[in-house]
């Protein structure tokens, strides 16, 4: 089993900032790309930033300049740092890691079960 927790999320005010965290653990060889979405009411979810297993960054260009993804490989980890938060950031953020199961020589795609951002103006 795998798993992707994410936490950290929470009720901020409009220019303030939030750092989500997402864990992946359990029967774990490696982990591939690690990426951050979201989802706001009514809308479709969309890609915030992704981050490959050597460190190269991407970013949509909603959050370009306010926000800085990170993983930490020893730990199972991806970070969203975010700041000058805006109400339009409010939304359910996932995790997201292209994971190799031990004993398996393939790779799943494994989300987290979402977190609540929301930004008060």
């Known amino acids: 089993q795998v798993q992707l927790v994410e936490s950290g999320g929470g009720l901020v005010q409009a220019g303030g900032s939030l750092r989500l965290s997402c864990v992946a653990s359990?029967?774990?060889?490696?982990?591939?790309?690690m990426a951050w979405y979201r989802q706001a009411p009514g809308k479709q979810r969309e890609l915030v930033a992704t981050v490959t297993s050597g460190g190269t960054m991407n970013y949509a260009e909603s959050v370009k300049g306010r926000s800085t993804i990170s993983r930490d490989n020893a730990k199972n980890t991806v970070y969203l740092q975010m700041n000058s938060l805006k109400p339009e950031d409010t939304a359910v953020y996932y995790c997201?890691?292209?994971?190799?199961?031990?004993?398996?020589?393939?790779?799943?795609?494994?989300w987290g079960q979402g977190i609540q951002v929301t930004v008060s103006s």
């Open positions: 997201n890691a292209r994971i190799i199961k031990i004993r398996t020589a393939l790779s799943a795609t494994y």
């Open positions: 359990g029967s774990i060889f490696s982990i591939g790309d």
